[in-house]
């Protein structure tokens, strides 16, 4: 009996331990920034740790293959740059578009789809000094053709809004393809369904999928803010890991790259506070992210020299995607997404609502608003779904009850509106003309203090084709906002065929984190 006393107080002194040392361990650490003067930037690249690859042991018509792509100089050291390439893959597609700029074919297109990041906020010179525009400068001076880098960025944005909006930010026919996301994605832990890995899912989906039949490369980065960052693996990062192997995507990981040299070996000119300004990289944080493109594509030239791709693989390059990880986990069969100043062409009437840009002639951020209860603004859909889902809404009728004469064909309608937390209102959104839907009250006041773009989806039946289909936005009396206020913004519309209540209700809580 003694034995059933002290056992259990063992294995609760033991809980206790592992639980102390989980919490220790998930804690987030301290980011130390020296204060800097007006104009000074956080993260200048030093350009004394500078060094070139040497690769020994190739035979001389191998090494003089090599040499142009050689030039690079680096400033993540050596290790650090290896630690970086997180998942090699077989990289079929991405050996093929490293050949044909070994070869000189034929003109190439190169393409980024992510957020603020890899936009280039947080360098001293957008354009120039962010990673994609080092590493499409390096890219151009290695190839004997053209080749041609379109930055499709769009800030705070997570993966799922390049789902529904990527022609917007791709072209059809871009030959490499890289995805930035996992940290606007935020963190889900979940294996089973993970919303981050969902979303990231369709999105490679989407892209391999394209014309041109891109290479896609992951490109991760660590999850840093202003005063702390995250322990180790609170990150999507790695079950995001999971999409790369299954769908044989390489992977690049500034976290893997960096992280040791944070927290094992603190090494000077790598510390967070020298590479991150908060959030987003400064030049140094940039350049290393540069050096992990740049590392990839010289890695696969030596992969190519030493093993020439085989018949075999020419033939799996052009092979069909394998069915989704997550059972039925399918992009829309077709999506429309009307941003910017397209989305003035659906509406009809604006009582009370101004199109207006909030943002930077850079930056923009266009959108109606209104800030007067009753102001309404009536979308005309017709047009839209006329001209490009008539295909998709056939198909669409046909699924939904084996017959291609149903009377009516339903789709979710996704609004893209502001949550803010200042004079933020509530609007109804309900369906007008020949179109039904349940009609749904939307609270643009957010819970935390930042300005956030949301989703309000609503699925709307289309009862007759040959009348009009409307969706109405009206501005209640209504608000939570302290000071009454009641500015409403809506900025962009997507109309997702192919997608059910289910996929809807998953992308419910669908929202673009903003930066300020
Ligand atoms: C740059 O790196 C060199 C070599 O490690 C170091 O001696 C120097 O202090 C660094 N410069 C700055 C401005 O940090
Ligand atoms: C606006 O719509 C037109 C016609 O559908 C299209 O050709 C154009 O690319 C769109 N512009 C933008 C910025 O999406
Ligand atoms: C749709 O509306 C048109 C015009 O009012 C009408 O002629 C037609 O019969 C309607 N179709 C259905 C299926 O209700």
Redesign the pocket.
Known sequence: MMHHRIFPRNICSLAGFILVLILATAKSITISRPPLLPGQHCCPVNESLFWKKKVHGLNSAASKQLEPFLSYEFLLPQLQLMAGLKYPSSAKRLRKFVSNLMTGDRPLKVGIVGGSISWGQGTTAHGVRDWFSIFMTWLASVSRVPVIGRNGCIPGTPSFYMVLCW??SVDPDVDLILVEYVFNDGVDDRIKNNGAVRWVEQLVRRLMALPGRPAVVLVQVPHVHLTYFDPFFRTSEDLEGAVAAYYDVPTVSLRDALYPLNVHRPTEGFLWAQTYNEHHPGDAGHKALADLAVHLTQETVLGLLSYPPSRDEAEKVEGPLPPPMYSGNLPPSSSVC?????FT?LVVTAEGWEWTNEGTPEKPKWGYVATEPGSQLVLQLTKRLA??GAEALDGASTIADGSASIKGSTFPVLLHYLQSYVGMGTARVECGGECECTGVNVDALHAGRSSQTYMAAVMVTWINQTLDCELQITVLDKSRDVEGGHKFKVSGLVIAFGYDAAAVASVGKWHLPSDD
């Open positions: 022609e917007h009307v941003v910017g100043f397209n062409s001209v490009e």
